[in-house]
């Protein structure tokens, strides 16, 4: 399973990146906003400089909601690095313009998916990656890792090639829960990513450790 940092933010990027565990990175407009990224240069800039620090995909959203707007943005996206992948929301204008972009060569990712249909369309329109939100579905007392389940069971049923990206994460369970059912990829905050090496047996075993070594040298 590949792991994504869900941040804009340039240390926290570094930070995973240089573990050595990061595949890549996914942003959106209130990740930018987080980081006080505003007007269009500064965006730009953005997305290639977190492309100076990682070297797998990044997932960089359209702010159009039309059609036309989303496919002038995404073709600018696209053209800033080839690890750019153009993130579009699951709405009729989106999956057509992930058609467009599927034929254009452009990679995508579907963004806001929270059902099993449009995880569908997005696969018929040739998305990269689909993003379901995990968190949010459990917010409104739904299944997120039940829903990533069905989309991975169906998607290797019918041999659709879309990566399922297991988003909105809130915790290591999310994580673990992903793994156990099959996500391609998990996109997570770096707390949760750090935290899955959390265990009170390690550090109780390195401070023995420790102590013993003071013996021996
Ligand atoms: C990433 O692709 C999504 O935009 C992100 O995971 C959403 O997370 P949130 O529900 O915590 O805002």
Same mark, same amino acid.
């Given at each position: 399973?590949?792991?994504?940092?869900?941040?804009?933010?340039?240390?926290?990027?570094?930070?995973?990146?240089?573990?050595?565990?990061?595949?890549?990175?996914?942003?959106?407009?209130?990740?930018?906003?987080?980081?006080?990224?505003?007007?269009?240069?500064?965006?730009?800039?953005?997305?290639?400089?977190?492309?100076?620090?990682?070297?797998?995909?990044?997932?960089?959203?359209?702010?159009?909601?039309?059609?036309?707007?989303?496919?002038?943005?995404?073709?600018?996206?696209?053209?800033?690095?080839?690890?750019?992948?153009?993130?579009?929301?699951?709405?009729?204008?989106?999956?057509?313009?992930?058609?467009?972009?599927?034929?254009?060569?452009?990679?995508?990712?579907?963004?806001?998916?929270?059902?099993?249909?449009?995880?569908?369309?997005?696969?018929?329109?040739?998305?990269?990656?689909?993003?379901?939100?995990?968190?949010?579905?459990?917010?409104?007392?739904?299944?997120?890792?039940?829903?990533?389940?069905?989309?991975?069971?169906?998607?290797?049923?019918?041999?659709?090639?879309? +990566? &399922?990206? *297991?988003?909105? $994460?809130? @915790?290591?369970?999310?994580? !673990?829960?992903? %793994? +156990? &059912?099959? *996500?391609?990829? $998990?996109? @997570?905050?770096?707390?949760? !990513?750090?935290? %899955?090496?959390?265990?009170?047996?390690?550090?109780?075993?390195?401070?023995?450790?420790?102590?013993?070594?003071?013996?021996?040298?």
């Amino acid at each position: 399973m590949k792991f994504f940092i869900d941040t804009a933010n340039l240390e926290q990027i570094a930070k995973a990146e240089s573990m050595g565990i990061l595949d890549g990175v996914t942003t959106n407009p209130s990740l930018m906003a987080k980081e006080g990224v505003k007007g269009n240069e500064a965006i730009m800039k953005h997305y290639v400089d977190i492309c100076g620090i990682v070297t797998g995909d990044v997932s960089a959203e359209v702010l159009s909601t039309d059609y036309e707007g989303m496919i002038e943005e995404g073709k600018k996206l696209a053209a800033l690095h080839k690890q750019i992948v153009v993130k579009v929301p699951c709405t009729a204008d989106g999956i057509r313009a992930i058609k467009s972009f599927s034929d254009m060569g452009i990679r995508t990712n579907c963004t806001l998916v929270f059902s099993l249909g449009q995880a569908l369309l997005a696969a018929k329109a040739g998305a990269s990656y689909v993003s379901p939100f995990v968190g949010r579905l459990d917010d409104v007392s739904s299944n997120g890792i039940e829903l990533v389940s069905r989309i991975v069971n169906v998607y290797r049923y019918y041999g659709y090639q879309t +990566e &399922v990206l *297991a988003a909105s $994460i809130r @915790s290591v369970q999310h994580i !673990i829960q992903c %793994l +156990e &059912v099959g *996500a391609d990829v $998990i996109t @997570s905050p770096l707390s949760s !990513i750090m935290a %899955l090496l959390d265990h009170p047996l390690t550090d109780k075993g390195l401070a023995i450790f420790e102590k013993a070594t003071k013996e021996i040298i």
